[in-house]
């Protein structure tokens, strides 16, 4: 069975950084576009950074320039590496995949891993 692990997570203070990753596991027989999403309680989720499997990247506003999105295509993992934190970044981060684990392309969510930015 497919799964997504995220890890990286934790507690930063403003001005810091963190990096996430997030490694699919499983019988896979080709990863698609991977994504960054992030949830705060009582808000929706919101997309964070997207790549696709040739590298092109797509970031939301509010973390382009401090926030950069990259993935190694050999060990299936993703990662965001998160500079420049705020406080307003503190949410549940998971990530999202296309993939192929047969014949079919499925997509899959991670648990998610908190990251707090605070003094």
């Known amino acids: 069975q497919v799964q997504l692990v995220e890890s990286g997570g934790g507690l930063v203070q403003p001005g810091g950084s963190l990096r996430l990753s997030c490694a699919a596991s499983?019988?896979?027989?080709?990863?698609?576009?991977m994504r960054w999403y992030r949830e705060v309680p009582g808000n929706s989720r919101e997309s964070v950074a997207i790549?696709?499997?040739?590298?092109?990247?797509t970031y939301a506003d509010s973390v382009k320039g401090r926030f950069i999105i990259s993935r190694d295509n050999a060990k299936k993992i993703v990662y965001l590496q998160m500079n420049s934190l705020k406080p307003e970044d503190t949410a549940v981060y998971h990530c999202?995949?296309?993939?192929?684990?047969?014949?079919?392309?499925?997509?899959?969510w991670g648990q998610g891993t908190q990251v707090t930015v605070s003094s």
């Open positions: 999202n995949a296309d993939i192929r684990d047969s014949l079919n392309w499925r997509n899959y």
């Open positions: 499983g019988i896979i027989l080709s990863v698609g576009i």
């Open positions: 790549i696709s499997s040739d590298g092109t990247t």
